[in-house]
């Protein structure tokens, strides 16, 4: 700590205000940990209410479909260990006598989301021939 004293003489921040923007990094930190902390917790509460998502809430992949014939998604509001569902299931009009796509949970399979590509499958329904 001593050499760091000396090599902050010559600095134009003070140690103090170095130890005082270290203090509030710290401070900063916590505040978005509990933020984040919050958001999942609410997201749990709606997921176990089984939800009905609209659009808005949700992101489509650029070309996943689910067997069913509509587009894979997820809601924007979930954390990294969820995963890819139909679409159709997330919004409450599946047709209970289409087959349906497992979950894919994003640790597991990499699908591209439409904000990482050109393409989307919001919208698009594929015929289903089962």
Not at 96 to 123: C, I, M, Q, W
Request: glycine share 4%.
């Amino acid at each position: 700590m001593d050499n760091y004293k000396k090599v902050a003489t010559q600095n134009p921040i003070s140690y103090e205000e170095y130890e005082e923007a270290v203090a509030l990094s710290k401070t900063c930190d916590k505040t978005v940990q509990e933020y984040h902390k919050s958001n999942r917790e609410i997201f749990k509460e709606r997921m176990r209410e089984n939800p009905i998502f609209d659009d808005d809430e949700l992101r489509y992949s650029a070309t996943a479909f689910c067997d069913c014939g509509h587009g894979m998604a997820y809601p924007k509001d979930c954390d990294t260990l969820h995963y890819w569902s139909c679409s159709a299931i997330l919004k409450g009009m599946a047709d209970g006598n289409l087959p349906h796509t497992e979950d894919l949970p994003f640790t597991y399979y990499s699908v591209k989301a439409e904000s990482d590509s050109n393409g989307s499958t919001r919208g698009r329904v594929l015929p289903n021939f089962s």
